[in-house]
């Protein structure tokens, strides 16, 4: 299992463009979620998914879309970067059954945005 | 929503002190409770977790207390050895979709 897998592991954008950072995760896990870190303040929820075709918001999600088309993939667009979205980008995967439930990191990406 | 709080923001202890870092949760929905350490560059890996219908769990050195009346938690380190300098997040939810984290506690174990 290659578990939780991001792309890129680095990426320097402009002011204005557009990417998308690639998540995937291969332990067939219903739940997927993008978090960004920045200094100070922990990981904070972007963007979440309950399972294929269903997304929803977290606590900061302007700036940013998801789809999830598959079980397997939950990529992040951005979509006319700013300065203020320069972060470290963490994907996780979950699962939950009864009472028990874990999440799973990628090993992030480092965004900057000049 | 959920609002998680982490104190202390950073924590210098002596190799073989304890450590204790202190996270409180204000939606008592809340159910599960887990530690994350991050070491610099890498990702959040778990460490301990506890869940709603345990008081206190312990892992070896490490051990953590939920008090679900005060909506507060804590992680407990004893003997800390220099590997044990990270970044410490706590983490809450009821769902196990949407994980609420502290803001950390960066743990420096002084040799």
């Known amino acids: 299992n290659a578990g939780v897998t991001q792309t890129p592991k680095f990426q320097v954008l402009k002011t204005g463009q557009s990417m998308t950072l690639q998540c995937a995760q291969d332990?067939?896990?219903?739940?997927m979620s993008w978090y960004r870190q920045d200094p100070g303040m922990g990981l904070r929820l972007i963007h979440y998914?309950?399972?294929?075709?269903?997304?929803d918001q977290g606590e900061v999600p302007n700036g940013y879309n998801v789809s999830r088309s598959t079980t397997e993939d939950f990529p992040l667009r951005l979509l006319s970067a700013a300065p203020s979205q320069t972060s470290v980008y963490f994907c996780?995967?979950?699962?939950?059954?009864?009472?028990?439930?874990?999440?799973?990191f990628g090993q992030g990406t480092r965004l900057t945005v000049v | 929503g959920e609002n998680v709080e982490q104190h202390p923001s950073t924590l210098s202890v002596q190799e073989g002190d304890s450590a204790v870092i202190k996270c409180t949760y204000s939606?008592?929905?809340?159910?599960?409770f887990p530690w994350y350490k991050q070491e610099l560059g890498k990702r959040p890996q778990l460490i301990i977790d506890?869940?709603?219908?345990?008081g206190e769990k312990k892992d070896q050195r490490i051990a953590v207390t939920l008090n679900k009346t005060a909506k507060h938690f804590s992680l407990h380190i004893t003997e800390t050895q220099p590997e044990d300098s990270a970044v410490y997040f706590c983490?809450?939810?009821?769902?196990?979709?949407?994980?609420?984290f502290g803001t950390g506690t960066s743990l420096t174990v002084i040799p």
């Open positions: 996780a995967s979950s699962y939950s059954q009864g009472s028990d439930t874990e999440a799973f």
């Open positions: 332990m067939n896990h219903e739940y």
């Open positions: 998914s309950v399972g294929a075709g269903i997304t």
């Open positions: 939606d008592s929905a809340s159910n599960y």
């Open positions: 506890i869940r709603s219908n345990v």
């Open positions: 983490a809450a939810t009821n769902t196990g979709n949407q994980f609420y």
